[in-house]
């Protein structure tokens, strides 16, 4: 190839023939050439230092060529820039630019957006002061009249204020003001162009402003608003999306801007909700929720909801192009394409969590018009209430009482609307529930199968009440919801199960007297289901265990249950991923059961130890692992530990004794993914609960690696990781005890600074977990810790006055009294707040706390004379004292 020159570098005809064969045999789809040779050859070119120029001389000067081949050579040329552009020499970087500018107007539309896309990516990685040249070409482009011209230098605007606006709100040297102020007023202009294409450009570059919101748009906001309004009912449907978009972006981020025009806003947005064109309602649709969600006053927005409730309704009912019509016709024994096997990621264990994903209806996850009408419903029903009701529900009744077959899609919209609405109005719907329900449950067995559907899911979100009411209504939901999950249809399954689950979630206890019937219908779908809803049955039944508990420990329901699971799991090779809901379900049946669960535990336990080792091996050798890395196998499997350990406690002895897990576990600790960690801390401190003995031979190395997790720059990112971590050191202190202190002071300095910036809004789990582990340090080691006590008492009580009343409290609190029986001047300081955090107490339980906690307060009490007590008394407010008042002080 040719040597590197200045400026004026020429390409040899050789090498340029033999690049343009190579990009023509990639591309071609007729060719027979090997691509991933050529791919090879490619790559290897790209070593040489003038490839890359090469590249962009067939991108722009290649004019006997096909656009394909000039294209082609532009998109490998952005790709290389991506990987090398800082590494090329200048001269290089100069001749690439040198030869972009010029082509920004190029004929052809495509080559004008490739174009683009470099010229973005160049500004990317060498800053809009590497290349003066760029900002002047573009304002001539955009001042020219040329319409190749005006589109080209458009376009790659675009591009820089989509992917890195903040180039262009930034000074440069030289520049008497910033990039952004010469540009703005050009693109207000765009508004008023005749072209289309120009309008809708210039449009969606200034909105990718509004969340940065520079001086230059600040200032020219009446500007804006003027251009949007004048943009309003643009003949181009890409124009009048991207309108919406702006009044949705600036009510969510600078509602004051819209609030004098609200009313023409809003008249706006609800003659657009029923815009002709899908794409345009359903951007005017996100609107109302993000209004609602502004903090402006609800009051401008009563006087519109009889004429907005239509408009969501009709556009509530199904499109006839929407998907889901046609997913809804599977038939639930043909076997699942893999497009329909959705990845699924499971969540590591987290001590002390208790947040609940809410599942929306629908399987087919994809946004449309009839999900953002119902999100709307939903939002404006939380805001509003009952008020709704008046308008809606002679809508809804209508729209029931249409039988026809050809009214089924009005019918199905009303029941997804009273789905909606079920948590915003259930004061207004209450008298009627038992209607409603009754109303509802034929439902369940409708000839369409989107009504049995949304059926389901509509009940479900009345399960609280479903449970509360008369034993009879529950029952009947109960079995409509379990005939349902034996339906032959899929789409009906999956919304059945789920439905179920929420069901189980409510009913808890309710369910046991019924557990023979629930287990006979799920096993039975456990032996029909396809894959993908199979995942959904062990989620139901893994919530059917989390919800009955222990009483799922009887012989009869155990006949039921295990078979089908054991012969599943034996079927469900290591290296399937089908092998993580199993394991989750696994998870909650051992919890259930507790020693219940030993007779199948040993298979059960020896293969997480060998998926965890295959794993960690895999991780470095994938070749004599014999299976790919993938850590979800090693969340899982850690969980399912943690399941077992819970369930079986000083069962799981005999197992862990005579198996590898320590070391396995200590490794995990240290893994580079933080799911891994998360769930490996998990399972430490559950082991450190039940078996601390195995875990002995390497108690400092596990204690070390758990400290460092509460002191990393980036605790924010693995929160989750430190929560457990912190746990597990404070589970295995009580069990070790004195044997903890060298590191205790290492722990103390971690988690200070967590207790202190708590006050700030830090995670409120990390903050108790750590105010608990503090004390349960300060209990086994109060020798060690007291010294420093003063250091850390305020926000430590701040803390521990937070947490509600259990056995992790009590264990704090023992260590508040031992340090104060060790160094009692140390917490005279905090005293106050000693005194509120011993008032959070609704209840010491155990006699012999109740009376060293007495012992402080009495101590202190004595420990100050001259009316010091009566003045801390003074400054306690009256519940904290009247708290005191149990402890005789």
């Known amino acids: 190839m040719a040597a590197a020159g200045s400026v004026s570098w020429q390409p040899q005809e050789e090498g340029l023939k033999e690049i343009c064969g190579l990009l ?34 067939i991108l722009a000067r290649a004019e006997g060529k096909s656009g394909e081949i000039r294209q082609a050579a532009g998109l490998l040329l952005k790709n290389n820039l991506r990987a090398a552009y800082k590494l090329m020499s200048p001269a290089h970087q100069q001749y690439i630019k040198s030869e972009l500018l010029p082509c920004l107007g190029a004929a052809d539309k495509h080559i004008r957006s490739t174009v683009g896309t470099i010229v973005t990516v160049v500004v990317q990685l060498g800053g809009i002061f590497g290349w003066p040249e760029l900002l002047q070409a573009l304002v001539n482009c955009l001042d020219s009249g040329d319409l190749n011209h005006m589109e080209g230098a458009m376009d ?113 947005i609800l003659q657009v909700n ?66 329909d096997l959705k990845p699924r990621f499971h969540t590591s264990r987290l001590h002390g969590s208790d947040d609940a994903e809410d599942d929306d209806d629908d399987s087919c996850n994809i946004w449309n018009l009839r999900k953002c009408s119902a999100a709307a419903l939903d939002v404006l029903a939380n805001v509003f209430g009952d008020e709704i009701l008046p308008t809606l529900m002679p809508i809804i009744q209508a729209k029931l009482s249409a039988s026809s077959d050809e009214a089924w ?41 989107l009504i049995r559907s949304i059926s389901c899911w509509t009940l479900s979100r009345f399960s609280k009440y479903i449970v509360q009411d008369s034993a009879e209504q529950f029952d009947a939901v109960l079995m409509g919801l379990l005939r349902r999950i034996l339906d032959t249809n899929k789409r009906v399954q999956e919304a059945a199960c789920s439905a179920f689950a929420t069901l189980e979630e409510e009913a808890a206890e309710e369910l046991a007297p019924r557990l023979e019937v629930i287990l006979q219908h799920l096993m039975c779908a456990f032996g029909k289901y396809q894959k993908r809803n199979l995942r959904i049955v062990y989620d139901a039944i893994g919530t059917l265990a989390d919800a009955v508990g222990e009483k799922l420990n009887k012989p009869v329901y155990l006949e039921i249950l295990m078979p089908p699971l054991i012969a599943k ?47 960690q091996l ?71 609960k039940v078996f601390p003995v195995h875990l002995h031979p390497r108690l400092f190395e596990f204690l070390d690696v758990a400290a460092k997790q509460l002191n990393t720059p980036k605790l924010k990112e693995t929160i989750a990781v430190a929560n457990n971590a912190c746990w597990a050191i404070g589970e295995l202190a009580i069990k070790v005890r004195q044997e903890i202190s060298p590191v205790v002071m290492t722990v103390i300095s971690c988690l200070v600074p967590i207790l202190q910036h708590g006050e700030q809004g830090l995670n409120k789990s990390l903050v108790e977990n750590s105010a608990i582990t503090l004390g ?10 007291s010294p420093h006590m003063e250091h850390f008492m305020q926000s430590w009580c701040i803390a521990l006055s937070m947490i509600r009343d259990d056995i992790e409290k009590e264990d704090a609190f023992r260590g508040l009294c031992a340090m104060v029986r060790t160094n009692p001047s140390g917490g005279l300081s905090s005293l106050v707040f000693v005194c509120k955090a011993i008032a959070s107490w609704h209840e010491i339980r155990g006699e012999e706390l109740h009376g060293e906690v007495c012992g402080v307060l009495h101590g202190y009490k004595q420990m100050l004379r001259n009316g010091e007590w009566e003045q801390c008394m003074s400054a306690l407010e009256p519940p904290v004292k009247d708290k005191l008042s149990k402890y005789q002080v």
């Open 24 to 57: 023509e045999q990639q591309i071609s789809p007729y060719s027979s050439a090997d691509k991933s040779q050529i791919w090879q050859k490619l790559q290897h070119y790209s070593q040489f230092p003038d490839f890359n120029n090469y590249l962009v001389f």
């Open 156 to 268: 790659a605007l675009s591009k820089i204020c989509e992917d890195i606006p903040q180039v262009l709100d930034s000074d440069v040297p030289g520049l008497a003001e910033r990039p952004i102020n010469i540009f703005l007023p050009r693109l207000f202009q765009f508004f008023q162009s005749p072209h289309a294409t120009l309008r809708k450009l210039a449009l969606g570059s200034v909105n990718e402003y509004i969340m940065l919101m520079p001086s230059a748009l600040y200032t020219s906001m009446d500007k804006y608003l003027k251009g949007l309004f004048v943009l309003a009912n643009d003949p181009a449907v890409e124009v009048r999306k991207l309108v919406c978009g702006a009044f949705v972006q600036l009510i969510e981020l600078h509602p004051s801007f819209l609030e004098p025009h609200l009313k023409n806003v809003i008249e706006y």
């Open 274 to 339: 029923e815009d002709t064109d899908d794409e345009v309602a359903l951007e005017a649709c996100e609107f109302w929720s993000a209004y609602c969600d502004a903090q402006l006053p609800y009051e401008n927005l009563r006087e519109y909801l009889p004429r907005l409730i239509p408009i969501l309704l009709s556009n509530m009912v199904y499109a006839d192009d929407d998907e889901s019509l046609v997913d809804a016709e599977e038939d639930g024994s043909l076997p699942d394409r893999d497009q």
């Open 409 to 449: 899609k009005d019918r199905e919209a009303a029941v997804l609307a009273l789905g909606a609405i079920a948590e915003g109005c259930i004061n207004g719907l209450y008298p009627h529930l038992s209607e409603i329900v009754a109303f509802l449950i034929p439902l369940l067995d409708d000839k369409f199968a």
């Open 569 to 615: 799991w034996e079927q469900v090779s290591s290296s399937d991923k089908d092998l993580f809901p199993l394991l989750e379900c696994f998870t909650s049946v051992a919890q259930a059961l507790g020693p219940g669960f030993f007779q199948f535990a040993q298979p059960v336990f020896q293969r997480c130890i060998n998926i965890i080792q295959t794993q």
């Open 618 to 688: 895999a991780k470095v050798d994938p070749a004599s692992a014999g299976a790919q890395y993938d850590k979800e196998f090693l969340v899982c499997s850690l969980d399912l530990l943690s399941g077992l350990t819970e369930g079986l406690h000083s069962g799981i002895e005999s197992l862990v004794a005579q198996s590898n897990l320590r070391d396995l576990l200590l490794q995990c600790c240290m893994d580079d993914a933080s799911d891994v960690r998360q769930s490996a801390f998990a399972l430490l401190g559950d082991l450190a």
């Open 776 to 785: 349960r340090l300060a209990w086994v080691c109060p020798d060690v810790v």
